[in-house]
């Protein structure tokens, strides 16, 4: 038994001028009898007698001190990893013995064995696999263990589980989830004998991510934009938008220059010399129009309630996605800015690849 005797408590004053018994120390002794003698060593006379000296029974000591020994003694057991029939019949009777439910034993032996089934199950998939022997080592350590199969079972697939997502946090980095790389993650979960049971959220965001690279890599995905098109020309993306551009307007109008007022006859005044005006402008935003817009494999196309609007993609030098928009850089006239609730992320995918197919 590897548990080390203790020393008794020194009782207080109190006790010691009225004789009275100190039981705090009778866990204590009882600690220090399985120390020395083991549980087979312990017959229910001892038990009585420590009852008839402290004037008390065993299960009238405090509750969280008799479920702190029954903790020490099965990690005690535990020290080689395994439970013989003898140390499980040892530790009913100290259950029985210490007045312990069922069901807090139960939780006490979980807490005490699943960290020892988790360290092992967490070295067997550090290769990301997990061969039918050593699946057999594990099912063999739960037994041993007394862990009940439902809880070695939940242990291991959240152990697996982390396996999986430190994959495919490192392979979705990018934001994009290769062919390649979704294969090889259903390999691992394969070989680590669990499933990808991914939520609705993580489901979408593992679809978003295949695209994203399809985009980058692959085939423009096409939709079915509902207007005609030129010969040859691909929709691949519509929204509602509001048109906005740039114009200057002038905030007002600051004067200066030297000049001199002089008194000609009674309210009368002259002034002499310069005035200097300057106008001070800005630009503002200006809201024109609101419709629907297009991406095209050549153009993007605003079909407005006033007017309709084109701007090949050949003509843009430049973009900026923001959260609510996109603003184009014209190589020539107006530049605009297109404002959507639409998903701006992978407008901006599709208008970069687009605009990179033509170069």
């Not at 969280?64 to 439970?83: I, M, T």
């Not at 070989?191 to 994203?212: E, S, W």
């Amino acid at each position: 038994m590897n548990i080390q005797q203790q020393p008794l408590q020194k009782p207080s004053l109190l006790h010691r001028l009225f004789g009275l018994p100190y039981r705090p120390n009778f866990l204590l002794e009882f600690r220090n009898m399985i120390a020395s003698h083991d549980i087979d060593g312990i017959s229910a006379d001892h038990v009585t007698g420590l009852e008839a000296k402290y004037r008390c029974g065993i299960t009238g000591t405090n509750p969280e001190s008799r479920a702190r020994l029954y903790e020490e003694v099965l990690g005690a057991y535990l020290f080689d990893q395994r439970l013989s029939e003898r140390e499980r019949e040892n530790l009913g009777w100290l259950r029985e013995t210490l007045g312990i439910s069922h069901e807090d034993a139960r939780k006490i032996r979980e807490k005490t064995v699943a960290p020892i089934f988790r360290r092992n199950a967490e070295k067997l998939v550090a290769d990301d696999a997990l061969s039918d022997e050593q699946k057999r080592s594990l099912d063999e350590l739960a037994d041993a263990i007394a862990l009940p199969e439902a809880v070695a079972n939940r242990i291991y697939a959240e152990v697996a589980g982390v396996r999986v997502q430190r994959y495919l946090d490192a392979a979705t980095a990018d934001q994009q989830l290769s062919p390649e790389e979704d294969e090889e993650l259903r390999s691992i979960a394969r070989n680590l004998r669990v499933a990808i049971q991914a939520d609705h959220t993580t489901q979408r965001t593992l679809d978003r991510y295949r695209l994203f690279w399809q985009i980058e890599n692959g085939e423009l995905p096409e939709i079915d934009g509902g207007i005609n098109l030129y010969r040859g020309e691909s929709c691949y993306f519509r929204c509602d938008a509001a048109w906005h551009e740039l114009k200057q307007v002038t905030r007002r109008l600051n004067y200066g220059g030297p000049t001199m007022r002089i008194k000609i006859m009674k309210g009368v005044y002259w002034r002499a010399g310069s005035l200097g005006v300057q106008r001070v402008s800005a630009d503002v935003l200006q809201h024109l129009d609101d419709g629907s817009l297009f991406l095209t494999s050549k153009r993007l196309i605003f079909m407005g309630r006033k007017k309709n609007r084109t701007i090949r993609l050949n003509r843009i030098l430049d973009f900026e996605i923001f959260s609510n928009g996109v603003q184009i850089e014209k190589d020539a006239g107006a530049s605009p800015f297109l404002e959507t609730t639409a998903d701006m992320e992978l407008f901006g995918l599709l208008l970069g690849r687009a605009i990179r197919d033509l170069g």
